[in-house]
């Protein structure tokens, strides 16, 4: 299944800053959907949207920070850029520290709101590339038998193959053996590259 196009998602209650960022944005070559409110957005949410939100502070009914923590709740990887009122920075900066990725104060020149949507595209990138990563890891994981599952883990905690063998009560051979499944199964050529695929996960 191929990837979702990356999309800027506008929640703003003012219809007339929907529309001007509606503009700017198509103007740039984005993709870009707007809502009126965060319950709009939550009715068409799903788990395999890319791209980032712009997202306003003060909406009626749900306020953009309400939607942050719903969403936060759902587990959405979605960078958040929260546009805000000069009062609202402290709230902004708040959201910040609870996983927003930007904010930017209203009135703001268009090329400032755009290098912070490339910014959250970027990251919303890296997530999705570590997302596909750590997927086909677990994958492979799945592909290890018991034993070769606990090989590898006394492999990765710096275990010599005598130690291994000792513990498990098997010979050396058989851990030798195991070994090399693990490392092909895991698609590594190198400890340091196991280790690597294993810490990814944790």
Not at 78 to 104: E, K, N, S, W, Y
Not at 119 to 142: C, G, N, P, Y
Not at 164 to 181: F, G, Y
């Amino acid at each position: 299944m191929s990837e979702p196009e990356q999309t800027i998602y506008v929640i703003d209650d003012d219809e007339a800053m929907r529309d001007s960022m509606t503009w700017l944005l198509e103007g740039e070559g984005y993709r870009v959907a707007c809502f009126d409110s965060g319950e709009h957005f939550l009715a068409t949410r799903h788990d395999r949207m890319r791209g980032c939100l712009v997202l306003d502070v003060r909406m009626p009914e749900m306020s953009g920070l309400e939607l942050h923590e719903k969403l936060d709740a759902l587990g959405s990887p979605l960078p958040i850029i929260f546009v805000t009122g000069h009062g609202d920075v402290p709230m902004a900066v708040g959201a910040l520290q609870r996983g927003a990725c930007d904010f930017i104060e209203k009135p703001f020149h268009n090329e400032d709101l755009l290098v912070r949507i490339r910014r959250a595209l970027e990251l919303d990138a890296q997530l999705a590339e570590r997302r596909q990563r750590d997927s086909a890891i677990s994958h492979r994981l799945d592909l290890l038998t018991q034993r070769e599952n606990e090989v590898m883990q006394l492999v990765v905690a710096g275990k010599l193959n005598k130690q291994i063998a000792d513990e498990l009560n098997i010979s050396m051979k058989t851990v030798e053996a195991h070994r090399a499944r693990v490392m092909e199964k895991m698609g590594v050529r190198t400890l340091a590259e196991l280790v690597k695929a294993v810490m990814t996960l944790h």
